[in-house]
T-cell receptor, first 114, second 112 residues
Framework: AQSVTQLGSHVSVSEGALVLLRCNYSSSVPPYLFWYVQYPNQGLQLLLK??????LVKGINGFEAEFKKSETSFHLTKPSAHMSDAAEYFC????????????FGTGTQLKVEL | DGGITQSPKYLFRKEGQNVTLSCEQN?????MYWYRQDPGQGLRLIYYSQIVNDFQKGDIAEGYSVSREKKESFPLTVTSAQKNPTAFYLCASSNRDSLNYTFGSGTRLTVV
């Protein structure tokens, strides 16, 4: 079965600083990997996804993530944080033949300070 | 515009009562899912359905039931057997290749 681990339940950065949210996955078959963002009392919005094409994936709002098979990682980065980036971020994995379901990490709450 | 509609947004129920959460999609997606979200635990899968009239248990199905009589609809019933039903519930759907998931805006259920 596949799983995802997000290191750091809370991350705080200054506005303009680098954002780095960590995600490690476990899967016995090639995975599809996703990053979602959630604002309070709302659904999830897709930031980006890895589908076995390019290992560096660019998403919306200036976010990107790099798939590193050797490290089983898919960390999310943004060069310069903005106040509007404050939200909860979820990493998720799905696999072909895995019932088409997403398995989520426990989330990382990002705080952006002035 | 296509999307997923969850209703109601907020729901209050007395302990011991069954309650049904609605989820409707007009994306022509085959698969639909129900997740439960609790602080610090991420999203956990309750039930999912890949085709009409068929569904499978997820990781935390106890105390919940679903039906999939129409492609567009996947209602979730929280029964009195669910020991701790207060949570945020999210419905999602995906296309056949499972690379495009769409989430509803959620229903916050509070049991008093």
């Amino acid at each position: 079965a596949q799983s995802v681990t997000q290191l750091g339940s809370h991350v705080s950065v200054s506005e303009g600083a680098l954002v780095l949210l960590r995600c490690n996955y476990s899967s016995s078959v090639p995975p599809y990997l996703f990053w979602y963002v959630q604002y309070p009392n709302q659904g999830l919005q897709l930031l980006l996804k890895y589908t076995s094409a390019a290992t560096l994936v660019k998403g919306i709002n200036g976010f990107e993530a790099e798939f590193k098979k050797s490290e089983t990682s898919f960390h999310l980065t943004k060069p310069s944080a903005h106040m509007s980036d404050a939200a909860e971020y979820f990493c998720a994995v799905s696999v072909t033949g895995g019932g088409n379901k997403l398995t989520f990490g426990t989330g990382t709450q990002l705080k952006v300070e002035l | 515009d296509g999307g997923i509609t969850q209703s109601p947004k907020y729901l209050f129920r007395k302990e011991g009562q069954n309650v049904t959460l609605s989820c409707e999609q007009n994306l022509n997606h085959d698969a639909m899912y129900w997740y439960r979200q609790d602080p610090g635990q991420g999203l956990r899968l309750i039930y999912y359905s890949q085709i009409v009239n068929d569904f499978q248990k997820g990781d935390i199905a106890e105390g919940y039931s679903v039906s999939r009589e129409k492609k567009e609809s996947f209602p979730l019933t929280v029964t009195s057997a669910q020991k701790n039903p207060t949570a945020f519930y999210l419905c999602a759907s995906s296309n056949r290749d499972s690379l495009n998931y769409t989430f509803g805006s959620g229903t916050r259920l509070t049991v008093v």
